[in-house]
Structure formats: structure tokens, C-alpha cells
């Protein structure tokens, strides 16, 4: 196959899709369609294909189910913090990747990449990498979430 030609063709893809479907292995797959296992993995994964414990096929639901670390951070952001000692966090010394050291608290501010992302900058409380604030939210006592698996 020439360099400039896609990968994944209209074609590969229903070949793929079928073999999926026809229960054959990635690298059963690969082998028919003349492309890395590795190709075929990471096309099963952005096409959201996946097989049951049973080795079935499924094809993926209309809306896409959050999975379950996004479900556990929902619920851990969505419950109330109980903290007696809640002071507000001092956000007077906010200091960039470059003026970051162990004597300032790592705690990011914004989104990685945003023009104002910074760090928090506080004196860190002992032993922690964060400021004591921070350190109350990233540290809560208790608030493990214990999923049943079924």
C-alpha cells in the first residue's frame, strides 16, 4: 500500500466490522485485512466495539454509558464537604510550572495549556505537596467510594 493512501478505507472497515462480528481474534483480523494487530485494536476501540466476558460481539449503545471513574468523580464532587475548619485558600501567591519548587504548593489552577493556568504557590502544610486548603480537598478522610461489583 502506497504511504499516501488512508489506512482504513471504507472498506477495511465493514471487513472489520464483519470479521469482529464473525468472532475472530485482532490478530485473526489484522491477518485478513493486511494491517498491524495493534491497527486493529485501536480502530475496534475509536469504532467502540467491544466483546462481552463470553467473547460475544457488541456494538455500542446509542448514548455512551460514562464510565465508571467519571461516575465515581461525579459523586465524590457532588457530595458536600464537611470541614469544620473550612478557611478560605489565600490565592495570593499563584506561581508558574517554572517558579514551582517543594516549598510551594503543587495544587493546579485552570486547565493545563489555558493562558491563566497557574499552581496555587501557598506554603505547603508539612509532609504534603499541597497547601493546608488544598490539602483538606485532596486528602478527605472517608471518601473512598466502595463499588459493588457484580
Known amino acids: 500500500m502506497p504511504a499516501n493512501e488512508p489506512t482504513w478505507t471504507t472498506e477495511r472497515v465493514e471487513l472489520l466490522k464483519n470479521h469482529f ?16 494487530r495493534n491497527a486493529v485494536i485501536g480502530k475496534l476501540s475509536r469504532l467502540h466495539l467491544t466483546r462481552d466476558k463470553a ?16 461516575q465515581m468523580l461525579e459523586q465524590l464532587y457532588a457530595a458536600p464537604l464537611l470541614v469544620a475548619d473550612e478557611a478560605p485558600i489565600d490565592d495570593a501567591h499563584h506561581c508558574s510550572l517554572f517558579e514551582l519548587s517543594e516549598a ?7 486547565t493545563p495549556g489555558a493562558e491563566d493556568f497557574c499552581f496555587c504557590g501557598n506554603a505547603p502544610a508539612e509532609g504534603q505537596p499541597y497547601c493546608a486548603g488544598h490539602s483538606r480537598l485532596a486528602y478527605r478522610p472517608g471518601s473512598r467510594l466502595r463499588v459493588a461489583r457484580g
Open 21 to 36: 462480528e464473525a468472532g475472530l481474534s485482532c490478530r485473526e483480523i489484522a491477518d485478513q485485512i493486511g494491517v498491524s
Open 55 to 70: 467473547g460475544e460481539a457488541r456494538r455500542p449503545a446509542r448514548k455512551p454509558v460514562p464510565r465508571l471513574q467519571q
Open 104 to 110: 510551594r504548593c503543587r495544587w493546579p489552577i485552570s
